[in-house]
């Protein structure tokens, strides 16, 4: 799991950050006179690209960094974990690079939840950009009247009230934003940031920064848990990589493992292998498995569930089982939506 702990001075720190308190801060910080910043502004979750959990590469139509889905409307390339070209106090980016002619796009998906307080409602969306050479790119939001709908459900644009696009010349870092107004129906969103026509074979693209907060106007950016443990815990609840800790045989090839999680789920997740797993048994040693077979057994709550692995070869039945630390010995558990 990456995850990055930048000292951004425009980040929140978990107070409520106003023009007359900011200078109190180390460091330089942004200040926006008469707007307070406070943590949970943000809508957009991870926008700062700080949480990697899935691993740091992805050739599109995929979840990559945490809760960003990396999608390509045509053509192939690759989206990657960008160190250099960052925006200043921060650590990391997303890069696009073109393999062919393509258009890439990011999306995420805001729940229910998240989505009702901004239903009715003017909001800002932006981001700052950047590419290896001039490229039109776009920022918007989509709205749906179906509660937590799939990233690549169907969604319904909305026109932007103003905005919405920027061209960026050089990997120097510009803003991009634009404003919308969300239905009063709406119980999903999905925020897209995306070229605006295809770009040519080896043309990179960059993308940071991305936030969405009522308003007419854009803000200084603010992560949407306020702190980076607060981000973690909140890309946690879509997903989280975690090991088993006890359970027992059912069979010679079956184990049932409790599974407790670190912060509650949004949802029953899917389960699913990362690395090489294993089980130990007190009495005969380790158990290994390059290729399980997953499943959730029964009632998974927020907090803990039984996960069960298929495909051993030996196990005693009804015996008692450990979580072995000879491997990765990691799970994965997916609420995304």
């Given at each position: 799991?990456?995850?990055?702990?930048?000292?951004?001075?425009?980040?929140?720190?978990?107070?409520?950050?106003?023009?007359?308190?900011?200078?109190?801060?180390?460091?330089?910080?942004?200040?926006?006179?008469?707007?307070?910043?406070?943590?949970?502004?943000?809508?957009?979750?991870?926008?700062?690209?700080?949480?990697?959990?899935?691993?740091?590469?992805?050739?599109?139509?995929?979840?990559?960094?945490?809760?960003?889905?990396?999608?390509?409307?045509?053509?192939?390339?690759?989206?990657?974990?960008?160190?250099?070209?960052?925006?200043?106090?921060?650590?990391?980016?997303?890069?696009?690079?073109?393999?062919?002619?393509?258009?890439?796009?990011?999306?995420?998906?805001?729940?229910?939840?998240?989505?009702?307080?901004?239903?009715?409602?003017?909001?800002?969306?932006?981001?700052?950009?950047?590419?290896?050479?001039?490229?039109?790119?776009?920022?918007?939001?989509?709205?749906?009247?179906?509660?937590?709908?799939?990233?690549?459900?169907?969604?319904?644009?909305?026109?932007?009230?103003s905005g919405g696009t920027a061209t960026p010349t050089s990997t120097t870092f510009v803003s991009i934003s634009g404003v919308y107004a969300i239905p009063s129906t709406a119980k999903s969103l999905r925020v897209r940031l995306f070229t605006t026509s295809t770009i040519a074979s080896s043309v990179v693209v960059y993308f940071d920064n991305i936030q969405m907060e009522i308003g007419s106007t854009a803000t200084v950016f603010a992560r949407a848990g306020g702190t980076i443990q607060g981000e973690l815990a909140a890309c946690m609840r879509y997903f989280q990589l975690v090991g088993t800790s006890a359970g027992n045989a059912t069979t010679t090839t079956i184990a049932d493992m409790q599974v407790n999680v670190m912060v509650p789920l949004r949802g029953t997740p899917t389960v699913s292998q990362n690395g090489v797993l294993s089980v130990y048994d007190d009495q005969q040693g380790a158990f290994t498995q390059s290729a399980v077979s997953l499943s959730v057994i029964g009632t998974f709550n927020t907090l803990s569930g039984i996960v069960r692995l298929s495909n051993f070869t030996g196990l005693v039945a009804n015996r008692l089982l450990l979580s072995s630390n000879s491997n990765n010995n990691a799970i994965t558990l997916s609420s995304e939506l």
């Open positions: 799991m990456a995850v990055g702990f930048p000292v951004k001075a425009d980040y929140v720190t978990g107070e409520v950050l106003t023009a007359a308190n900011m200078n109190d801060l180390s460091g330089t910080v942004n200040q926006v006179s008469g707007t307070q910043i406070a943590a949970g502004k943000n809508t957009v979750i991870n926008g700062g690209f700080d949480v990697w959990q899935r691993g740091t590469t992805s050739s599109g139509n995929a979840y990559i960094a945490d809760r960003w889905y990396s999608a390509l409307v045509s053509g192939t390339g690759t989206f990657a974990q960008e160190t250099t070209v960052i925006p200043s106090g921060g650590l990391y980016s997303m890069k696009f690079t073109a393999s062919a002619t393509a258009q890439p796009a990011l999306y995420q998906a805001v729940e229910q939840l998240n989505t009702i307080p901004l239903a009715g409602k003017t909001v800002t969306v932006s981001g700052i950009v950047a590419a290896s050479t001039s490229v039109p790119m776009t920022i918007d939001v989509q709205h749906s009247s179906t509660a937590d709908n799939s990233v690549t459900g169907t969604w319904t644009s909305i026109t932007a009230t």
